[in-house]
């Protein structure tokens, strides 16, 4: 890759890359600053993940327990039919957010009241499988919001990170290595024409 941009040495070009310097460093102050936010919050949702998932797995844990207990006192098929028409006890909403520009899906969840069964041979372990899946759902989806969340931060961290170094160590440097030839040419050019000056002076002089 070039060192500098093919421009030519005038001043109009001076004046138009420092320009697009100043600019370039503005863009790369900015996308600095929006890395260290992306990295602020990649550190937060990580630790909420991490708490969601640790929680996750003793609710996991506890609802198949539960889940086991109904099945050794009511059997697979007593199971199956209690079940059918079951209405929702859980109620989930997904809405798009945007933290930083970027976007992610929200889960709302929110638990129902379960619906009273009225079988007599149903087992009140029957309704305390149903609260601890009810309640795992729910830990469920705060956990994929979190995750999906996270994982499009770092995402976008890691994007910004690369624009950043692209900037600091190639573009702006090509840019300020195009100011720097351009205003030695110029100086160049000015102490060629104060040489060639005196030249004709000193000429004029010895003429007279």
């Given amino acids: 890759m070039k060192k500098r941009l093919s421009v030519p040495p005038t001043k109009s070009a001076l004046l138009q890359v420092g320009r697009q310097v100043k600019f370039l460093e503005q863009g790369r102050a900015m996308l600095e600053k929006k890395r260290d936010l992306l990295t602020r919050l990649v550190y937060e949702r990580l630790a909420q993940y991490r708490e969601l ?8 844990s506890e609802a198949y327990q539960w889940l086991g207990i109904v099945q050794m006192r009511m059997g697979g098929q007593m199971l199956r ?31 129902l009241p379960l619906q009273p069964v009225g079988l007599m041979w149903t087992d009140v372990s029957f309704d305390e499988a149903r609260l601890r899946l009810r309640d795992l759902t729910i830990t469920l989806a705060r956990l994929g919001e979190s995750e999906n969340a996270l994982w499009r931060l770092l995402a976008a961290s890691r994007k910004t990170q690369k624009r950043v170094n692209a900037l600091k160590y190639n573009i702006i440097p090509r840019y300020v290595a195009t100011v ?6 110029l100086e160049e050019d000015e102490r060629n024409t104060l040489f060639q000056i005196k030249v004709l002076r000193a000429r004029t002089v010895t003429s007279q």
């Fill in 81 to 111: 039919q209690s079940s059918v028409g079951l209405k929702l006890a859980v109620a989930l909403r997904v809405v798009a957010r945007s933290s930083v520009g970027v976007e992610y899906a929200s889960v709302s969840a929110e638990a």
């Fill in 53 to 60: 998932r640790a929680q996750t797995v003793r609710e996991l």
């Fill in 180 to 185: 720097h030839h351009i205003r030695s040419a």
